[in-house]
């Protein structure tokens, strides 16, 4: 009887402890879809400890540190199931972007290698697994804004002396709560005085008891177009029936400048209660808003729009950017500039951390380009903004850890490396001499001939030491380094050159290379000039000169095919020589080398690559 009593109390206490954890399982998700993260992290873990449906609630958790920015958490509980047998491809690029932004690059791509192989057919993931430099060739130097605030801070605009920016440090009048997903209080808009260094929120009707801002203010100063939570009249707006997550999104809204404050305060026509639109920023001639939405029929999280101003302030249709700049993934925080670049900020493109900043010139470019470091970290980047006629601007990211900071940028423009190759016993510049550029793993990356003056120039990233090496055919080869580690305070690094001649310079200084067309064999026009005057030196400067001729050819075509093309062209050479008055036995061999000795060494070889190995080449054998 006791042992029945026992099993009844067993039992019922079995059956109150499942009903527990499915209540807190139900509060936990709950809170997580209405984006109280915090207190939904709290009770996933407590729901982990006592070994309640373990695997589904570390991938939440994980997904909840992601949404906090917290990847050093998710990385710890995406790890926890990320071998399990029919996990969810998707997990496998959360993780791998968690990773990233842990800074552990190489596993990141492993995990991004295993999402494709699960049949995910993505090429801006193959560009993440493939690409590793982000360095660019405009560069900043990034100091953080000395009015950061210890919470959220972010979205600068500029409008003559003022500053205008988003931040989450209180305003006991304005806001009465603080936001469930981080636990600060809701944003505001601020300006400062850039003059006297004052701080205060914008005056007019711009903030609410909600989020608002970013702004941006037409180029005339009297609109702002800014972003806020449904909310206007002193009331907040409510989601349709068919939003099943009841959530408060964000919309434009536009207001005037009337005195010293921002009033009458208009929502925009392609606003929705259904989706989010925000994050507007205005052409430089302020006739197109650009801005971000997850609107329905996009390619997926939030892309980047554009619609056209009329005359009458109506609005044409907002129109998706599209490919390169859109992705599967989130595009966000757009910024014209105005030479026409697209700054924006995405977790899509290939980068170094969560959110990178990326660029596009909207006019003639077809290339999304990551800024690369240091705007960009391994955490999130985003909000850049430019001062007009300036070098200066602003971005906004959490790599510091914790809640986003305001950074200051100076923009360097591209170093230009520039020099001279000259011949190193008679100081005269060395015209066709070819220069190329490495990079950190010796691949090239510029490849330059020198004018007649023996000058050449190129655009090189700072903070890289470049391997480089010059060639001409009458001198030694020479290599060296161009250091651009601490070339900020620099526009341009000269960097000269000096070849020492090889021994037939004395006899054949005046004497070119002669060169073939392809996949032929016979004398061009401007060989037989070169070869007029090799004879006429032959014959009344060095009468007792005794050479060799060596021919080549390009790698295009079989060994064996292009052996014979060589020696072919060595003949022809031969043959010209001896046609117009050289003894033969002035002419100690002729030989044919094929593609075996290049002057260029390249496996995707330009044109003029092409044209420098099919060549024929004089050598001094006898000189009494």
Known sequence: MKKFYYLIIFLLLSTSMVEAQSGKQKRADKLYNEFAYLKAADLYKELIADDYHVS???????DTYMMLRSPENAVHYYGDVINEENLDP?????????????????????????????????????????????????????????????????????????????????????????????????????????NTGEIKPVP???????????????????????????????????????????????????????????????????????????????????????FTSDMPGGMGGTDIYKVSIEENNSFGTPQNLGEPVNTSHDETFPYMDADGTLYF????????????????????????????????SNMDDFAYFQVPDSK?????????GGSDNIFVFNKLNPL??????????????????TV?????????IAFLQ??????????????????????????????????????????EIVYNIQLNPVKDVEYLAEIDNIYFDFDKSNIRPDAAKELDKLVELMKNEYPDLVIAIGSHADRRGTDEYNQKLSERRAKSTYDYLVAHGIDPSRIKDYKGYGESKPAIECDRCTEKEYQLNRRSMFHVVKME
């Open 56 to 62: 589904e609630n570390s991938k939440k958790l994980g």
């Open 90 to 194: 998707e997990y496998y690029y959360r993780y791998a972007q968690a990773l990233r932004g842990v800074k552990r690059y190489d596993e990141s791509r492993q995990w991004l290698q295993k999402y494709l192989n699960s049949g995910k057919d993505s090429e801006e993931v193959e560009k993440m697994i493939d690409k590793k430099d982000y360095k660019a060739k405009v560069t900043y130097t990034l100091q953080p804004a000395n009015f950061n605030s210890g919470v959220s801070d972010f979205g600068v605009f500029v409008k003559g002396d003022k500053v205008y920016f988003v931040s989450a440090r209180a305003d006991a009048n304005v806001k009465e709560k603080t936001y469930s997903w981080n636990g600060e209080p809701f944003l505001d808009v601020y300006v400062m005085d850039k």
């Open 204 to 290: 007019g009707d711009i903030n609410t008891k909600l989020h608002d801002g970013p702004v941006t203010i037409s180029p005339d100063g009297k609109t702002m177009y800014f972003t806020r939570n449904n909310y206007i009249n002193n009331k907040e707006g409510k989601p349709n029936k068919n939003n099943k997550q009841k959530t408060n999104n964000l919309k434009i809204y536009s207001a005037t400048l009337n005195g010293n404050e921002w009033t009458n305060v208009k929502e925009l026509p392609f606003d929705s209660n259904d989706y989010s639109v925000g994050h507007p920023t205005l052409s430089p001639d302020g006739k197109t808003l650009y």
């Open 345 to 376: 900020s995405s977790n899509g493109h290939a980068g170094l951390g969560l959110f990178d900043i990326f660029k596009i010139d909207m006019e003639n470019g077809n290339e999304v380009e990551n800024l690369g470091e240091s705007i960009n």
């Open 392 to 400: 200066e601007g602003y971005v906004s990211s959490n790599r510091e």
């Open 416 to 433: 230009v490396l520039k020099g001279t190759v000259t011949d190193a016993v008679n100081d005269k510049p060395v015209a066709d001499a």
């Open 436 to 444: 190329r550029v490495m990079n950190d793993d010796n691949e090239q």
């Open 450 to 491: 020198t004018d007649p003056s023996g000058k050449y120039q190129t655009e090189i990233t700072r903070g890289i030491v470049y391997p480089i090496e010059a060639k001409q055919i009458e001198y030694e080869t020479f290599t060296g380094k161009v250091d651009a580690k601490n070339a900020n305070d620099k526009d």
